[in-house]
């Protein structure tokens, strides 16, 4: 596939997505044809022909003759990630990818020219606060949360259990969002509570549309991780944050967080690493791209983050590799 076929292949996930074709699909329970999909989605019967095909040859659908009609039906791959009703669902980050993510992406080249994100051509808002340009509505707020909460029910597993996180029973996740990574480690270290700490409209939120009663080990703490107390704790949490900042914001933010570690407490940084020598994971070069286009930050190395950590006082840095997007990094504090 050359690279226009790329791009072209994204923007027609995005589509069909955003048109619920893998949901109308999903209901229908049988193959349908592209005359009941395109009623059903309210669509163009031509258009709708042609976003089918390109799904299908995208391995996206699976195509059935039946009296010289195609028919259409989701594959497995679509059916677990492109429907919204789906557990692991990848439909909220798609969106996220096609409304946000892409508009930053028309001013790549400007940002490689610039060293800085492009919210403000992009959007027309400042990026000075960052997080007051990346919650710039509460709808995007909640699409970001979205985002997130897909993340971590696909990957949280994998980087809390990275490591035996089993000796700290009291943790924080800074930046906790929707919750879905707290969720995880309750599930997997029965005997923890988790302190999600995140602004006041993160925390209202999240508690409003992602973490249930139910959730009893969950708790929120309200407040700005640069700037307000941090709850002490065994460990804190820092999943896809420090990749937001320069290595100067980070070392500022961990070394918060060490003065708030309990003696022999620790730190867990979950990010997608490079290699040592920069040489890949294509995802996590693109995804540094990306940092570069929405952020201050970038994708590092583990010996790159050891050092941030090691610079606010943290010792005995390990990581490991999950064999998946995101790692983990954990350091300790000497007791």
């Not at 072209?8 to 048109?19: D, N, P, R």
């Not at 999909?37 to 699976?62: F, I, K, P, W, Y």
């Not at 996590?284 to 940092?291: E, R």
Request: charged share 20%; proline share 3%; glycine share 8%.
């Amino acid at each position: 596939m050359d690279v226009s076929c790329v791009s072209l292949g994204a923007q027609t996930v995005f589509s069909a997505c955003e048109l619920g074709v893998f949901d109308v699909l999903l209901a229908a329970d049988h193959p349908l044809s592209a005359e009941e999909v395109s009623r059903a989605v309210g669509a163009s019967l031509d258009g709708t022909e042609r976003l089918l095909a390109a799904c299908a040859g995208l391995q996206l659908l699976n195509t059935h003759r039946q009296d010289g009609q195609v028919l259409y039906s989701n594959s497995e791959q679509a059916r677990v990630y492109l429907t919204r009703s789906s557990p692991v669902s990848l439909y909220h980050s798609i969106q996220y990818s096609s409304r946000t993510i892409y508009l930053c992406w028309h001013y790549l080249t400007d940002a490689v020219r610039e060293g800085r994100n492009q919210y403000e051509k992009a959007f027309g808002v400042s990026s000075n606060d960052l997080f007051q340009a990346l919650y710039r509505s509460d709808e995007e707020m909640v699409k970001f949360m979205h985002l997130m909460n897909s993340i971590w029910n696909i990957c949280g597993k994998d980087v809390v259990t990275a490591f035996d996180l089993s000796p700290f029973n009291v943790i924080c996740d800074l930046g906790g969002c929707s919750g879905a990574l707290a969720k995880q480690c309750t599930s997997a270290y029965p005997e923890c509570t988790v302190t999600i700490f995140d602004l006041p409209k993160v925390v209202q939120t999240s508690r409003e549309h992602f973490v249930t009663d139910a959730d009893g080990r969950i708790n929120f703490y309200e407040g700005d991780f640069f700037k307000d107390p941090l709850p002490e704790a065994d460990l804190y949490i820092l999943a896809r944050i420090l990749h937001d900042w320069t290595d100067e914001r980070c070392t500022e933010l961990l070394s918060r967080v060490n003065r708030a570690c309990k003696p022999g407490g620790g730190v867990l940084l979950v990010e997608a690493l490079l290699h040592e020598d920069g040489s890949g994971p294509l995802t996590v070069q693109l995804y540094s791209l990306n940092m570069l286009v929405q952020t201050e930050g970038r994708e590092r190395t583990a010996a790159q983050y050891a050092a941030l950590l090691a610079a606010a006082g943290f010792t005995a840095v390990r990581h490991r590799l999950t064999g998946k997007i995101y790692d983990a990094v954990l350091g300790r504090k000497e007791g």
